[in-house]
């Protein structure tokens, strides 16, 4: 399998006059395409900054970001955000989602960034809503919905620019037990299409589910097993 993220003993250290923090204390880390991957560790482990960074949200302090076997210093400043918007989706535990706003255009949101027709948003928008289960709400508002529907939503507006990753933090964190698995059903299904996930979860649930449970304590990667081969 190709490896798709490559990290060489990265860092992230916020500083604060006297106080340096290691959120990120060196990590060395391959992710390959089509890995599902739950991300672990007790609060304040830097599992939110580990996401951030793969989510090219953040830059690190320290250390090496090969995406697709090419430095992340080499991807000029103002093409790193068209990169994010091609390359990865992103699942929020908030959903995210503009409640004002209709499931249909939520999703297409997306998609303005790029060059593509109304026509075409649309038609990519319906068939990703049609996929989580969604078909019959499309023209409803986003707040008109109930948590699992509105998570559905915000993987739907992850999947329709079509990115290689969908990164996840804590995406059943608001949701009772039985629409949590659900949600976790679809990202399953998603993966053995070929995505490649990332999930940040307290859920030990949701990480047996995953083929690989990385666990973080004090910025490091303390455990990192493979529990299903791909
Ligand atoms: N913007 C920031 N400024 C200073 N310190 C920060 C900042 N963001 C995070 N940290 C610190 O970095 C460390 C890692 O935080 P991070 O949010 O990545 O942990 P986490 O594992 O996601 O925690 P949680 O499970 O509570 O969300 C913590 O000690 C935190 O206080």
Do not use: W
């Not at 989510?55 to 991807?75: A, C, R, V």
């Not at 989706?89 to 209709?102: E, R």
């Not at 999930?199 to 030990?204: A, C, G, M, W």
């Not at 004090?218 to 493979?226: A, E, L, M, V, Y």
Request: glycine fraction near 8%; aromatic fraction near 6%; hydrophobic fraction near 40%.
């Amino acid at each position: 399998m190709m490896e798709l993220i490559k990290l060489i003993d990265l860092k992230k250290i916020y500083s604060h006059k006297y106080n340096k923090t290691f959120a990120l204390d060196g990590i060395n880390l391959s992710i390959k395409q089509g890995e599902l991957i739950a991300v672990m560790g007790p609060s304040g482990s830097g599992k939110s900054s580990l996401l951030h960074i793969l989510g090219l949200m953040d830059s690190p302090s320290e250390g090496e970001f090969l995406l697709n076997g090419k430095s992340l210093q080499q991807i000029k400043k103002h093409k790193v955000h068209k990169t994010r918007n091609q390359m990865i989706g992103f699942v929020f535990q908030y959903f995210a989602l503009l409640k004002d706003y209709s499931v249909i255009d939520n999703v297409t949101l997306p998609l303005m960034y790029r060059k593509s027709r109304h026509k075409e948003r649309i038609a990519k928008a319906k068939l990703y809503l049609e996929k989580v289960g969604l078909k019959e709400h499309i023209y409803k508002k986003a707040d008109e919905l109930s948590g699992g529907q509105q998570q559905r939503v915000a993987i739907a507006r992850a999947l329709v620019g079509e990115p290689e990753l969908i990164l996840a933090d804590e995406p059943t964190g608001n949701l009772d037990r039985r629409t949590g698995e659900e949600i976790i059903d679809i990202l399953q299904q998603l993966n053995s299409e070929g995505k490649t996930i990332v999930i940040v979860t307290h859920d030990l649930e949701v990480a047996r589910k995953c083929n690989r449970i990385i666990e973080l304590i004090d910025g490091k990667i303390h455990t990192d097993q493979f529990t299903k081969s791909l």
